[in-house]
């Protein structure tokens, strides 16, 4: 996912900044991300593509046909001349939030869409691909100016739908008793994890959010300063042994350790352990990408809520971070660790010997949830047009996730990245930071 590289010029359009320098390689970056799109297909049959587990989650196919659409509304029918859409209906289908743009199909119904059918939707992906290439080769430098960043945006955009991609079909293939295997993957034998450490931060003054360089959602702006008091920071994850640690302990049954909200959540929906975790044999297995796997103790736990994570945080004498916290802690350090373009599509345990002194596992692996609620930053306002719905319209009952996961693509995320969903999902890959006050 490499090809997309950072501009040495800014262009700002619309309020969002391409980062593409010439056709070249706005075509290879557009190209190499519809690619990985496909690429995550290759395993799937058609039966696969049209599940839908829940209304949360969308079919393979929905996520295909509705990354087209947008490049389509947002592209095409903006700046192709003449341009005349194919399938007008696909309109309703695929648009899934704006109402700018216009009526939009059930969400919770995407599921029962047999058509149009898997190949109907390649063919349009490929119709989509053409366009965009023709319009791209043949735009002037005034045009192209006005292009990059919406298509830049798009391509984020369809980054973010090949996370959920993963997710979901993970969420389908787990409602199946069969328990299919999306890519197989040989188990290595983890060495043991080091210790937690806390690592102190002092009291200070620091500036959050995106400064200006490369692209950004408008979510993450506009930068300020925040008063971060003194912390602890723990160096690595909550392992999978130290949350089965926080279950034999009774920590599903015991309403003093839970939100209120989540005590709720945990009576009505039966919750007695992480989602996908299942006892077998008297042994604790975990649903994969590459099937029923035994768990493995040394491997970040995942599949938690916000609920779940803050009543661990409760029980183990420490409490979630805000976001302020994570961003002033992971500042400086290198974006490196377990991202999709591994292909492992799944936590890694942390490595023996990473130095204690600087926290690990900051990026990827799991996106770590704050105990932030997703509001918007001072002085925020939504890009303008109707793509000014894309995030400011959902601020609103939801927390911040920190730091991009297993399934996300490195080349998207971002030290200021505001990821968010409501407390009680579990189905991203989602995990479980620590912090303490310091008294
Ligand atoms: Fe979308």
């Not at 969308?58 to 046909?65: N, R, V």
């Not at 798009?154 to 993970?170: A, C, V």
């Not at 009952?397 to 990245?417: D, E, F, K, W």
């Amino acid at each position: 996912m490499n090809a997309i590289v950072e501009a040495p010029q800014r262009r700002m359009v619309n309020g969002i900044e391409s980062r593409f320098t010439s056709k070249a390689e706005l075509l290879r970056g557009y190209r190499h991300v519809r690619y990985f799109s496909t690429n995550i297909c290759e395993t799937l049959e058609p039966e696969d593509y049209v599940v839908q587990t829940m209304p949360e989650a969308s079919p393979t196919k929905w996520h295909l046909a509705h990354t087209s659409w947008f490049f389509e509304t947002f592209v095409l029918e903006r700046f192709f001349p003449d341009y005349h859409s194919l399938h007008p209906q696909y309109g309703f289908l695929f648009n899934s939030y704006y109402n700018a743009v216009g009526p939009f199909y059930s969400r919770p119904h995407r599921g029962l869409l047999s058509r149009p059918t898997v190949k109907e939707v390649f063919h349009y992906r490929t119709d989509i691909d053409l366009f965009v290439s023709e319009l791209i080769e043949s735009a002037d430098e005034q045009l192209l100016a006005k292009l990059e960043p919406i298509l830049t945006l798009g391509l984020h955009h369809e980054q973010q739908h090949q996370e959920l991609m993963l997710t979901d079909i993970k969420n389908v293939f787990w409602q199946n008793p069969l328990r299919p295997v999306f890519r197989k993957r040989e188990p290595k034998k983890p060495s043991p994890v080091p210790l937690m450490e806390w690592l102190r931060f002092e009291e200070g003054l620091h500036w959050v959010g995106h400064d200006g360089a490369g692209f950004t959602f408008d979510n993450e702006g506009p930068r300020h300063r925040v008063l971060v008091q003194s912390f602890e920071l723990a160096s690595r994850l909550v392992t999978n042994a130290e949350f089965l640690a926080f279950m034999e302990h009774g920590g599903y049954r015991r309403p003093e350790l839970w939100l209120s909200l989540g005590w709720n959540t945990v009576k009505e929906r039966g919750w007695e352990c992480p989602l996908y975790w299942e006892r077998r044999d008297g042994k604790w297995c975990t649903m994969t990408l590459a099937g029923m796997t035994e768990l493995v103790p040394e491997e970040p736990v995942c599949h938690v809520s916000l609920f779940e994570a803050d009543a661990y945080a409760r029980w183990s004498g420490a409490r979630l971070l805000t976001e302020e916290e994570w961003e002033t802690a992971a500042s400086g350090l290198p974006l490196n660790g377990n991202f999709v373009e591994n292909e492992v599509f799944h936590v890694t345990p942390l490595a023996c010997g990473a130095p204690a002194s600087k926290p690990a596992q900051m990026f990827g692996d799991v996106w770590e949830w704050t105990r932030s609620s997703y509001s918007p930053y001072p002085g925020y306002s939504a890009i303008g047009g109707a793509l000014g719905e894309y995030n400011g319209k959902f601020m609103c009952n939801q927390y911040v996730l920190r730091g991009g996961s297993c399934a996300t693509p490195q080349s998207h995320i971002r030290l200021t990245y505001r990821n968010f969903f409501p407390p009680d999902a579990r189905w991203q890959f989602t995990g479980i930071r620590l912090a303490k006050d310091v008294i």
